[in-house]
């Protein structure tokens, strides 16, 4: 694949609304927590949410200025100057402040912006943190995401997130977490910490049945800044990387598809994929080819040729099943989860046909792994109407019916299930 | 053509729970409707005014009293100013009413620049 030869349609795929307050907010508030120490991190807090508070109210009258981020610098600078007054103990709890404040303050060195934010982004990966709470944390202290947000991104009540982000600052604070790049031993062991994190993320803003709220998309676009930054820095550039970078990609590529227009959700075979945004899926190949590198093969990279594999088929039908299920195969050995075996299963039964599936279901073995996973039950429902077991199909799909989906899906197997009631009503009324 | 002044009262506890992108939309509705008044030759100019520090001055019984304020903590604050022109104080009605600041403030007071 050519590195940015001209010929490549023009880049249009960043996102048509910028988000100045978004990553503004972020990268000062990356600054001051470092600065401030895990300890203050309310503190830091507080005084970028107050910069953003005069940033709204002066340029109402103004505009955003040319350069937001020396503005809201200087906005913070002095209210740091303020606490600092007022609270003679801070200055010693807190020697970062004072350090922070002589810094010259511009121009604003965009090597050390970048190192705030990777060292932020390591300090929400850490690991005495949970899965959910190191999501939760990346987009609101990295992504600059709002609790409201974070909350919709992850289908929460606002307090159950504002909890779930409080508890894990609590944890940085109280075990005052180092927030730094890790020295060169324990990179990569945190750098597969922060690339799960980003995966969980991209799982989150993918999830299937949420459309295209614009929250979820931010979501999605927040995965790719954060790869991006990670590939910015010498350090923290690696192969693993670009594949997650390129997986992100071809996700996105799809969003605009996944819905028709009275936004009922569309599976991989109806999606119109001229609808597939073809400049994400150029990028996407690009950095597919970046991360063959190394000599690490991760499940990122696995995962990330998946995803290529569709992107690349025009139509759903001429989809390279047989290269897909090699790479399943390498997959389920690298990463051996229910959800992978069953996404495999769903592989064969497309090469070789719904019985060959349902064999390889019963051998998967997945029944009390999945049991509460919706859909593993759709996907035996699909398999035992492809073989002409509607019965059984049908004891499926009400297995599926009776978990929890989100709405454009539940519609979706509805509809379904009314269709093999029908047929099996027309077909073949004798059986029991 | 006259002068109005639109004077633009904030609740300072109103904008502290919006988050980083509605400020943003805030901020964008308001370059829209100042820039459309600025293209018709409407918009004279407009500022934040500066939330601490004020004072009144006050004369009573022939002495001058000075006092802090009006503080930023009060429930309404003049948290600044548009002057615009226009033909009448109805239409200055007209062209404020679509001010986002009706949304996202608390309230806009419009007084005409009295000329002789």
């Known amino acids: 694949m050519p590195e940015d030869s ?41 005084v970028v949410q107050d910069a953003l508070v005069q940033a709204l109210k002066h340029w109402r009258f103004h505009g955003v200025p040319d350069n937001p981020g020396a503005w809201l610098l ?40 970048l190192d ?42 606002e307090d159950a997130a504002s909890q779930r982000i409080l508890r894990a600052k609590r944890l940085l604070r109280d075990e005052q977490a180092t927030i730094e790049v890790p020295d060169e031993t324990h990179l990569p062991e945190r750098l597969d910490a922060v690339l ?40 923290t550039t690696a192969p693993a990387v670009h594949a997650m970078l390129a997986m992100t990609l071809f996700t996105r590529s799809r969003t605009d598809a996944r819905m028709d227009e009275a936004g009922v959700l569309l599976m991989l075979d109806q999606q119109p994929r001229d609808k597939w945004n073809q400049a994400l899926i150029q990028r996407g190949f690009r950095h597919l080819a970046l991360a063959a590198s190394g000599t690490r093969l991760t499940r990122y990279h696995i995962e990330a040729a998946i995803a290529s594999i569709h992107a690349r088929a025009t139509t759903f039908e001429s989809t390279d099943w047989a ?13 051996p989860t229910p959800i992978v075996r069953l996404n495999r ?56 019916l009776a978990l929890p989906w989100p709405a454009p899906h539940q519609r979706l197997l509805t509809d379904r299930l009314a269709n093999l009631e029908q047929r099996i009503s027309n077909g073949n009324p004798d059986r029991p | 053509m006259s002068k109005f002044m639109l004077m633009l009262f904030d609740n300072p506890a109103q904008d502290i729970n919006l988050s980083p992108q509605q400020m943003q939309q805030v901020v964008a509705e308001y370059k829209q409707w ?17 939330e601490h520090g004020g004072k009144t001055l006050r004369g009573s019984a022939g002495k001058l009293i000075i006092t802090d304020g009006p503080f930023a903590e009060a429930k309404e604050v003049l948290g600044g100013y548009f002057v615009i022109n226009a ?25 005409k620049v009295d000329e002789v």
């Not at chain 1, 100045?20 to 503190?43: N, P, Q």
């Not at chain 1, 913070?76 to 100057?81: C, D, M, N, S, Y």
């Not at chain 2, 100042?34 to 407009?46: H, N, P, W, Y």
């Open chain 2, 34 to 50: 100042a820039e459309q008044l600025a293209r018709q030759g409407k918009l004279v100019g407009g500022d934040k005014l500066a």
């Open chain 1, 74 to 113: 200087s906005v913070a600078r002095r209210r740091a100057i303020d606490e600092l007054r007022r609270d003679r103990v801070l200055e010693r709890s807190a020697p970062g402040i004072a350090a922070w404040l002589g810094r010259p303050q511009a121009p604003r060195d965009a090597g050390l912006v």
């Open chain 2, 87 to 111: 033909n009448s104080l109805d239409e200055a009605v007209e062209l404020s009413k679509t001010c986002p600041h009706i949304k996202y403030g608390s309230s806009i007071q419009i007084r």
């Open chain 1, 323 to 335: 290269e897909l299920l090699s790479l399943y195969d390498l997959l389920v050995r690298a990463h």
């Open chain 1, 6 to 46: 001209p010929s490549l349609p023009p880049d249009n795929t960043h996102a048509a609304t910028d988000h100045v307050f978004r990553h503004e907010a972020a990268r000062l508030r990356a600054s001051l927590v470092r600065a401030f120490g895990a300890r203050h991190i309310d503190l830091a807090e507080d």
């Open chain 1, 196 to 235: 799960d994190t980003i995966y969980l993320m991209l799982n989150e803003g993918h999830a299937p049945g949420v459309g295209n709220d614009p929250v979820r998309l931010d979501v999605l676009e927040e995965c790719t800044r954060l790869c991006e930054l990670l590939l910015e820095h010498p350090r």
């Open chain 1, 345 to 400: 299963v769903v592989v064969i039964a497309m090469l070789h046909g719904p019985q060959a599936g349902l064999r390889a279901l019963d051998e998967a073995d997945l029944q009390s792994a999945l049991a509460n996973y919706p859909p593993f039950h759709a996907v035996r429902a699909q398999l035992f109407e492809r073989a002409d077991l509607l019965h059984e199909a049908r004891a499926a799909l009400l297995a599926a």
């Open chain 1, 116 to 157: 705030d934010q990777l060292a932020m982004l390591f300090a929400c990966a850490a690991p005495q943190l949970a899965p959910e709470s190191r999501i939760a944390l990346m987009l609101h202290l990295v992504a600059g995401f709002s609790v409201a947000e974070v909350a919709r991104a992850f289908l929460l009540s």
